[in-house]
């Protein structure tokens, strides 16, 4: 006995993002080579960036929205400044080259900031 089951709206939503995800990942890996990623995850409040090693699978260097407690700003001017702040990192790290992942997420608004202070930090994204 088969039952028309009904999908709810954000089930539909949740894995459709899931999927964009592992598209947009997969092809990152699979453009960059032997390059860095930095990965991004944005939360209502914060962001999250991560520089990740795909060939040993460990992440290198982090950075995120909450170290910059004593900045002031909107969210996207944090997300600028948290792109800069790990740019620093990596280049402490000696990565001076990543690939830019921005998962399930537009290039836009506070993901395009951190992406911007990357590279204004010194990164080549």
């Known amino acids: 006995?088969?039952?028309?089951?009904?999908?709810?709206?954000?089930?539909?939503?949740?894995?459709r993002k899931i999927r964009?995800?592992?598209?947009?990942s997969a092809k990152v890996r699979a453009n960059s080579g032997s390059l860095a990623r930095v990965s991004v995850?944005?939360?209502?409040?914060?962001?999250?960036g991560q520089v990740i090693d795909d060939s040993n699978h460990n992440t290198l260097t982090f950075c995120s929205t909450?170290?910059?407690?004593?900045?002031?700003?909107d969210k996207t001017e944090?997300?600028?400044q948290a792109g800069v702040l790990l740019a620093t990192k990596a280049l402490?790290?000696?990565i001076t080259k990543a690939a830019f992942d921005r998962g399930s997420y537009l290039y836009h608004g506070?993901?395009?900031a951190f992406a911007e202070g990357?590279?204004?930090g010194g990164l080549q994204v």
């Open 1 to 15: 006995m088969i039952r028309n089951v009904k999908v709810s709206l954000a089930t539909k939503n949740r894995k």
């Open 20 to 24: 964009r995800k592992a598209r947009t």
């Open 41 to 48: 995850f944005r939360s209502l409040k914060q962001i999250y």
């Open 66 to 73: 909450t170290e910059l407690k004593e900045q002031k700003g």
């Open 78 to 80: 944090l997300a600028k």
């Open 92 to 94: 402490e790290k000696g």
């Open 110 to 112: 506070r993901v395009k």
């Open 118 to 120: 990357l590279r204004e």
